[in-house]
């Protein structure tokens, strides 16, 4: 085992073999880390350009500095501007109506009742999201034994 000494200020320092390739492969491993932590800060800067140019060429082509107190941009517009910056569009709220159609087979029951019974108790419809379930209905058109 080779041992390294070297001066500190002032101090002597003892190394091992060991302890010396520890510590280049430990450097090695950080310069690369920050390679790629300068890598993204160049790219997210850049990003960063792009999206500010982008917002002031929206706002100035609708600003007349003669006329204007105020701008006024279609929703649509924003939403492309966002969309374009990578941000989240506004939004509005919608009501959707429709239909689901189903078929559930291997329905314990000892008769017709009980099977519809069975399906209307079971049946369950949910919207994950932001959005609510305000009414559902089923109608159960038929059944017939397998």
């Known amino acids: 085992m080779e041992i390294i000494y070297t001066d500190k200020d002032g101090n002597t320092v003892k190394f091992t073999e ?3 390739i520890a510590a280049i492969t430990e450097r090695d491993t950080l310069r690369v880390s920050l390679n ?3 890598d993204r800060s160049s790219r ?3 990003r960063l350009v792009t999206v500010r140019e982008q917002v002031y060429e929206f706002f100035n082509s609708r600003y007349n500095p003669d006329t204007d107190t105020a701008i006024e941009c279609e ?5 492309e501007l966002l969309k374009n910056i990578g941000a989240e569009e506004l939004k509005k709220l919608w009501t959707v109506h429709g239909t689901i159609n189903f078929t559930i087979t291997n329905v ?3 008769n017709e009742d009980d099977a519809f019974d ?3 108790n079971e049946l369950n419809v949910e919207v994950n999201g932001d959005a609510d379930l305000d009414d559902w209905t089923v109608d159960i ?6």
């Open 18 to 20: 060991e302890m010396a």
């Open 75 to 79: 929703i649509d517009d924003v939403n």
């Open 108 to 110: 314990p029951a000892s």
């Open 36 to 38: 790629d932590c300068q």
């Open 141 to 146: 058109s038929s059944a017939a034994q397998q």
């Open 118 to 120: 069975y399906a209307m």
């Open 44 to 46: 997210y800067y850049g």
